[in-house]
């Protein structure tokens, strides 16, 4: 990214949060660098042609849906260019062109190719319904979404066949970086977790590339009331209705199950000055409609909360109303940091400054986490047994919200010599247990006991 598109970025995050939020996260981003030293490397020639031969992938097709508009040639043709360079050969590539001009349809036209399906549009409607146009349209088994200035790489749709060929997913997503409007430069990779269903909701860190079953697609189509966030209305809606089959009878298959990731960059998010990657601001309106499909969310699940934005434009925080134990049942404990000097002391983000907003401000996020700190943390009364169980002693809350003192018994663990150690060794084991029994543990970075 340029000086004068961080210049303009660290501005536009003074106005929202104040000089001194701004030089925070300007400091992080000098003295962190995630990542700083990303490159982009395609797969070898060889690789490439193994994938080309490997006749057991090519049962699948796949339908790339793009809804244009007044898409300027060259960023058409490079998009084309993607598709045409799979080594994955079973697909189609529906253009549904809502341009008063011809420039998409004269793109198209100078490419022979059948598997490209173009359908001029009366009228622009959106990127909602044109993108329903394009389903209307679309014969494959799985529908991938391409916005239509971006590229995939050319094993994107080998990968994803791989991964769905089994078991059918719902739904699959890969990692994904972004490139500079030539298409050439590539930098800020985001690895992406596994299904965190608490990160999910705080933002749609699936985004892309993604692709969803042609059945469930069909039947969801795009809300137009949800345009420039309609992506992530339809992943929220698909897992809302998995939690709901889940909580309904044992049989279902439970959501993390039915989601399934590729830890493989896939996509590339081209960023210019109209971009929402380059100018969050462009698109104001497009988080405005994120927040809109978390209340929809949170309202078919029955949860009482209010959703509000973060600090960071297109990210967001669920507040829930009394407890998060009380709507959540599926969370069998809620914990936050515990910090030493200013600095996290421990779990995933050990060492991090308190201060710093984390690899895709995810320290700034709720998140699902395979462990919680002793210290500060509640547990759901349906799972306080296995705690029980696990610590042997009686269940207290150290939640630093609820209760200021730790029991005496943490306070000896934590003065032994190896104290962090079996801290840190019986929380794991608590983390394995209450994730077996099938609770969820929840990461809130708002809640911090310092030490």
Known sequence: MSLAQNIKKTINYSRKNGYGEAVVAAWERVTAKYYADYDYRAPDTGELERQ??????S?????ILVPAYETQRVYMEALIESCIGQTYANWELVIADGSASDVVREVVDSYQDARIRYVKLEENHGIAE??????????GDYYGLLDHDDLLTADA?????????EGMPILAYSDEDKCDASGTHFYDPHFKMDFNLDLLLTNNYICHFMVVRADVLRKLEIRKEYDGSQDYDVILRIVSSLLIKEKGTKEAQPVEDCIVHVPKVLYHWRCHENSTADNPQSKMYAYEAGKKALVDFAQRMGWKVDVRHNKHLGFYRIEYRDNVL???????????????HGKVAAGVYKGQPLLYAGYMNRMDLYQNTEA???RNMAVNKAYQEVYEAVVGHPYESTLCTEKKELPHW?????????GEAQLAKLGEALGRQLIEKGGRLLLDPVCVRKL
């Open 52 to 57: 080309r031969a490997d006749s057991q992938a």
């Open 59 to 63: 049962a699948l097709k796949f339908s």
């Open 130 to 139: 044109n993108t329903n146009q394009a389903i209307r349209l679309a014969t």
């Open 157 to 165: 749709l080998y990968e994803m066949a791989c991964a769905v060929r």
């Open 326 to 340: 009380t709507h959540r049942p599926d969370v069998a404990a809620v914990g936050g940091f515990v910090a030493r």
């Open 372 to 374: 919680l700190d002793l």
């Open 410 to 418: 943490l306070q000896e663990l934590e003065r032994a010599a190896d």
